[in-house]
């Protein structure tokens, strides 16, 4: 995976647990994680053992191709912290696996102003302590 530089943004620290774990620190090994049914096959995210959709409990983390669709953004111009590098694109990242897994995420490597929806992103990651937030670039970026 190539070492990409930090966008600068503050990322909040999310509360690590048994279920959220694998989706925060997939990304030390390079591997979007995302919880998936083994009985009927459905992704659960957020994270959860227990799926909405056979109400199995054999739900466990799989690693996804990180490939995805922008199906909505906007773009922050406004500077709300010292130092906030502006603008950036946030996004909501349909996974290619499965259309209702929807990230929120930062589209990144492109300028903020050519990010749309239908935009075909792949994922790359930015570590923060100890966790690596899963982020979007344009395909081939
Ligand atoms: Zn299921």
């Not at 995805?68 to 590098?85: A, D, E, I, Y």
Request: net charge negative; aromatic share 8%; with cysteine.
């Amino acid at each position: 995976m190539t070492q990409t530089p930090s966008t600068g943004l503050p990322r909040p620290t999310p509360q690590l647990d048994i279920d959220t774990e694998p989706f925060w620190t997939g990304g030390k090994d390079g591997k979007l994680l995302i919880h998936r049914c083994q009985d009927c096959g459905y992704r659960v995210h957020p994270p959860t053992t227990f799926c909405p959709t056979c109400d199995g409990r054999n739900v466990i983390p799989e690693a996804v191709s990180g490939r995805g669709t922008v199906v909505s953004c906007t773009v922050n111009h406004k500077q709300w912290l010292p130092g906030l590098p502006v603008p950036y694109v946030l996004a909501f990242v349909a996974i290619e696996e499965q259309d209702d897994v929807r990230l929120v995420t930062n589209i990144t490597h492109c300028p903020a102003e050519d990010v749309h929806i239908g935009q075909k992103v792949e994922v790359y990651f930015e570590q923060a302590a100890d966790i690596w937030a899963p982020l979007f670039k344009p395909v081939g970026a």
